[in-house]
């Protein structure tokens, strides 16, 4: 597979490399979603173990909702890359 | 369904002084928590919402340009700062930046190195704010910084607002415990047999929070 400049693979690689070069801005979010789910979840019960329980699962919605939109986005920017 | 956890959960918290605890929520993330006793959800609070400020503070300066630049009160024309909307929410770690906007209105210049100081307006070329970064400045020296500290900081006002609804009005809880466990027929019953039932349940008690609030 070639792009037009006939570099090998690039539409492939294109995504990624885009991808990658702002991952690590990504570690950023990890001390917000933790912040967010205890908050959250400490809104909703008393008691300790409930809500280090809910805030796992809250932690774990936040995450797979950033991953569904990954992908999404990652999908397009694939479709929009690929040769004409 | 409830988890084994959740089902052994009290239904109700006694809430010392809704209307104090708010206030003292307000002004330090966890205190008012910590006044009504409620001392393991006023660490966690305060751990996480001071943590996710400070971090911000953090984020938004430099040993040169000062901390906190980030957090600040501008609503002059040019700049208004609509995001210390979020922040002021945190209570009084946000105090230093209005005190800076009163010391910028009257064109004196920053105290503390700049802390929570608003950026001088382009043209501003009063004494002593000759050496002040402009709001462009900033973000050319700070770049995704600057921006992630105001997240940062707007998102550690936010969650405190649900920190002292916390301390107001006591945890919404999830699940309905018990009554599920019941069965469906007591959530049937006309509302004033549920409250009588719930009153003979409860007995005379202080002002308690019921974990029956809507969701």
């Known amino acids: 597979m070639k792009s037009e400049d006939g570099l090998p693979g690039a539409p492939v690689m294109l995504p990624v490399l885009i991808a990658t070069v702002e991952v690590n801005m990504l570690w950023y979010a990890l001390p917000l979603i933790v912040a967010v789910s205890l908050v959250y979840a400490a809104t909703r019960h008393e008691d300790m173990r409930p809500i280090l329980q809910h805030a796992l699962r809250v932690g774990m919605y936040i995450v797979g909702f950033m991953l569904v939109i990954f992908v999404v986005l990652w999908l397009m920017l694939f479709w929009v890359s690929r040769p004409a | 369904m409830a988890t084994e956890a959740e089902r052994t959960e009290p239904g109700r918290v006694e809430l010392k002084d809704p ?18 006793g409620r001392t393991a ?19 938004g300066g430099r040993s040169d340009l000062g901390y906190g630049r980030a957090v600040y009160f501008s609503f002059r024309p040019g700049d208004r700062r609509l995001p ?9 770690p946000t105090l230093p930046a209005l005190i800076q906007a009163n010391l910028a209105q009257r064109r004196k210049p920053p105290l503390w190195n700049g802390f929570m100081a608003p950026p001088r307006l382009e043209g501003e070329n009063a004494a002593g704010l000759a050496n002040s970064p402009t709001l462009n400045d900033l973000n ?23 920190a002292i609804y916390d301390a107001w009005g006591g945890p919404v809880f999830a699940e309905k415990k018990e009554e599920d466990e019941e069965g469906q027929e007591a959530a ?13 349940q409860s007995g005379p008690a202080g002002e308690t929070h019921s974990e029956a609030t809507p969701s």
């Not at chain 2, 922040?87 to 009084?92: D, E, I, K, M, Y």
């Not at chain 2, 049937?188 to 003979?200: H, L, T």
């Open chain 2, 19 to 36: 209307l104090l605890a708010a206030l003292l929520a307000w002004l330090i993330p966890g205190l008012g928590h910590l006044y009504q």
């Open chain 2, 41 to 59: 959800k006023a660490v966690l609070y305060a751990v996480c919402i001071l943590g996710t400020f400070a971090y911000g503070v953090y984020l």
């Open chain 2, 84 to 92: 210390f909307l979020c922040q002021v929410w945190a209570g009084l």
């Open chain 2, 140 to 162: 050319k020296a700070l770049s995704t910084r600057f921006e992630l500290a105001t997240v940062y900081t707007m998102v550690a006002g936010l969650l405190n607002i649900l």
């Open chain 2, 188 to 200: 049937k019953q006309p509302r004033g047999e549920r409250k009588r039932v719930a009153d003979e």
